[in-house]
């Protein structure tokens, strides 16, 4: 999302009731009716980022027990039970059980004897606030019990498929057996699932790659998935179906890669009661989700995505109700990547954030998106319940932006001010997995605040900037309040998981002279602030370690986390002929992988190594006299060291400056003066005697002249 986004602002207009859309003519369809079947869905409008919408998910009102009678009268009008066995689902009944309302399930569900299967969905759909469609397509998809001509004791058993999970092979958990336990365990888990996405695989918002099979070998694909009710179908039943198993329609795929229950669910659904989308039958009205409400002081915040498909790159507006009653309208015109990803042609200018008056207590906020084309209705996107504080508290008020990370390097920010200090600007409290980190003034510039609280000013905005560990966290901003309010609120929660990022730099520049190249660039590790090693290597082999460690204000600017001082510039010394010249980054931290930089080829001329041998070796007692001649052609008329070592250790040095008049006539223009003789006392034994000619012309290599064996007494 926008770096200006507002998370919980309200507009202007929202403020100002006078300029209230006339186009709300009763706000959401009548739910009372049960639409018309349809024929066969076409699957290729399936989309596995969008199964099914938040709106129509949780529509726990959209059938009455008399409707869902019916409608299982119709479905089931083929079915008649065995001798012997559970009756048709359109005639089944069984004594319930009282279930206390708790955090998932908001409505006690009050138990009765001899209730019909048809009671006990709607029941079950009133208590967990799940849409009573949403079960009997689970109820189909699962065990075919809504359609079944004989079902069986198994069906009614396994209802939901509630506590057999794939990994079991097929075995259930008992204590969730019959149709009741299985409704009320099924529904109750989605809330779960909504209440807690982050302890589940899948999450809304988020790019997860989703199987097509429990097979792993068949494959996954990366899915943006749009919405809470999408995510929890797939926590449910985690694959999505391959090419070949939408192209089969409800009939198996002819490959061993296809899994069809999402698939199923969406047909199902679709065929039976219509558009997955929205709620009720006008396809042309506006989709979208109502992701968030959260409580301020005298006020409440909403927040989701919406458009209109029949003018799909306009911003539309949504209208919130407060416990029924209009409260006010917001623009949905904010920036959503994720929503112009997941719907093309749309664009992203369809996010909606914003703030209504609401007084004091637990309220319910709908929101409803407000058609502007062909559609003939206004579709709620969902109904939330917020608790409302009294307008006195006046703690302050703001929100988190989302999380962006490059590798562990992670970036957020968002906006606060205190009702009671309107210009001045607030602290901002980080803490990352619950530990308090930094602190910072919120003094940013951000317009778009000032634009919808003219009293406060713009200077409301933060920054947040850290380096953490790979891994999963948890970001949490909280204002702190200076005014007369009691609290310093949570402005938002935002958690990432961190992979760690490979090294990053270039060879920008090699210039090469007299077998001398200087090789000038940068590296940063993104993860740390600390300069980086960097490996050189000629023609393949290790030539030694530069630190990446000169200040670069070029490259600060372009990483302002990580700093100015990863730039390089050393030099290198190369043999005659073609050299290739390679660079590698070397990871401090949690990336992956030392990369390559560059790499340069350079062609180099007039460098040698140097020539010469030692022949002569006399052996007088314990003492050796050793002699021969050495020179550098790329410097013939000056006089060389030659080195000598003892069975590996170094002996002594001697200067090549004798005269050597049979060098001079086979090297024209050296000169004489390149002969050598030193004398070494040794023990008595065998040893090895080398001599080395010592580099002056530019080249790497200080060459073996010769080596010679010896014995001592």
């Known amino acids: 999302m926008s770096a200006v986004r507002l998370s919980r602002l309200a507009t202007v207009a929202a403020l100002a009731l006078a300029v209230v859309l006339s186009v709300v003519s009763g706000p959401a369809p009548d739910p009372s009716s049960t639409p018309a079947l349809v024929p066969a869905a076409d699957t290729s409008a399936f989309r596995a980022a969008n199964i099914i ?25 083929n079915c008649h039970a065995l001798s012997g066995g559970p009756a048709c689902l359109k005639d089944y009944r069984l004594s319930t059980v009282t279930r206390p309302a708790d955090t998932f399930c908001t409505r006690q569900y009050t138990g009765a004897a001899n209730e ?265 996107l969902g109904c939330k319940a917020v608790t409302v504080a009294s307008g006195a508290s006046r703690n302050p008020i703001g929100g988190l932006e989302p999380v962006t990370a490059d590798g562990t390097m992670v970036r957020t920010g968002g906006w606060t001010y205190d009702p009671d200090a309107m210009t001045t600007p607030v602290v901002v409290h980080y803490y990352v997995d619950g ?74 520049q090699v210039t090469a002279e007299a077998g001398v190249a200087e090789l000038v660039g940068w590296a940063l590790d993104p993860d740390t602030t600390k300069p980086v090693d960097v490996h050189v290597y000629v023609n393949g082999g290790f030539r030694g370690v530069v630190k990446a460690d000169v200040d670069r204000a070029d490259v600060g600017a372009t990483f302002p986390a990580s700093g100015s001082k990863h730039g390089f510039d050393t030099t290198l010394s190369l043999d005659n002929g073609t050299n290739e010249v390679c660079l590698y980054a070397i990871n401090l931290t949690g990336g992956y992988g030392n990369p390559k930089i560059g790499c340069k080829t350079l062609t180099v001329t007039g460098v040698h190594a140097p020539i010469g041998t030692m022949d002569s070796v006399t052996v007088i007692g314990t003492t050796v006299a050793v002699s021969g001649w050495a020179m550098d052609e790329d410097l013939p008329e000056k006089s060389i060291d030659v080195h000598l070592y003892v069975d590996g250790n170094g002996a002594g040095r001697v200067v090549a400056n004798g005269e050597r008049e049979d060098v001079a006539a086979e090297h024209p223009g050296a000169g004489t003066a390149h002969g050598w003789a030193g004398w070494l006392s040794l023990a008595k034994g065998k040893h090895k005697i080398c001599a080395y000619g010592i580099n002056v012309g530019g080249g790497v290599a200080n060459p073996t002249l010769k080596c010679v064996d010896v014995t001592i007494g």
């Open 53 to 77: 919408s938040d709106a129509v998910f949780f529509d726990s009102e959209s059938m009455t027990a008399a409707q869902i009678q019916a409608f299982l009268n119709g479905e089931g009008a």
């Open 116 to 380: 019909s299967a048809a009671t006990i969905i709607a029941k079950v759909a009133t208590a967990c606030d799940i849409n009573p469609r949403v079960l009997l397509v689970t109820l189909e998809k699962e065990m075919s019990l809504v359609t079944a001509t004989s079902p069986t004791a198994k069906q009614y058993t396994r209802a939901m498929g509630y506590g057999c999970p794939d990994s079991s092979g097929g075995t259930c958990d008992s204590t969730y057996n019959g149709l009741f336990n299985q409704l009320y365990s099924a529904a109750k888990q989605f809330q779960r699932y909504k209440a807690n996405p982050s302890k589940y695989g899948y999450k809304a918002g988020l790019t997860n790659n989703v199987q097509y099979h429990p097979n792993t070998a068949c494959g996954s694909s990366p899915v943006l998935i749009a919405n809470q009710a999408t995510a929890g179908l797939y926590n449910y039943t985690p694959y999505q179906p391959n090419a070949a198993a939408l192209a089969a329609g409800y009939g198996s795929a002819k490959n061993s890669c296809s899994s069809y229950g999402n698939r199923n669910f969406w047909l199902l659904f679709t065929d039976w009661f219509g558009s997955t989308q929205t709620i009720g039958r006008d396809v042309d009205a506006p989709t979208g989700n109502f992701e968030s409400a959260r409580g301020g002081a005298g006020s409440l915040s909403v927040s989701g995505w919406t458009y209109d498909p029949s003018a799909p790159t306009a911003p539309i507006a949504v209208h919130v109700y407060v416990d029924g009653v209009f409260a006010g309208p917001i623009t949905a015109d904010r920036d959503r990547p994720d929503v112009g990803a997941a719907f093309a042609g749309v664009g992203s200018s369809h996010g909606f954030s914003g703030s209504v008056p609401a007084p004091e207590g637990v309220r319910t906020a709908c929101v409803y998106a407000v058609n502007t084309g062909a559609g003939y209705t206004n579709p709620l």
């Open 435 to 508: 530990s308090y980190v930094s602190q910072q003034k919120a003094d940013v510039n951000r317009p778009d605040v000032a634009a919808v609280f003219p009293q406060a000013g713009a200077a409301h905005g933060f920054t947040f900037n850290a380096i953490l560990k790979a891994g999963k966290h948890t970001i949490c901003a909280f204002a702190i309040n200076i005014g007369i309010g009691t609290t310093n609120p949570e402005l938002g929660c935002r958690t990432v998981t961190l992979e760690g990022a490979p090294p990053k730099g270039a060879l920008q």
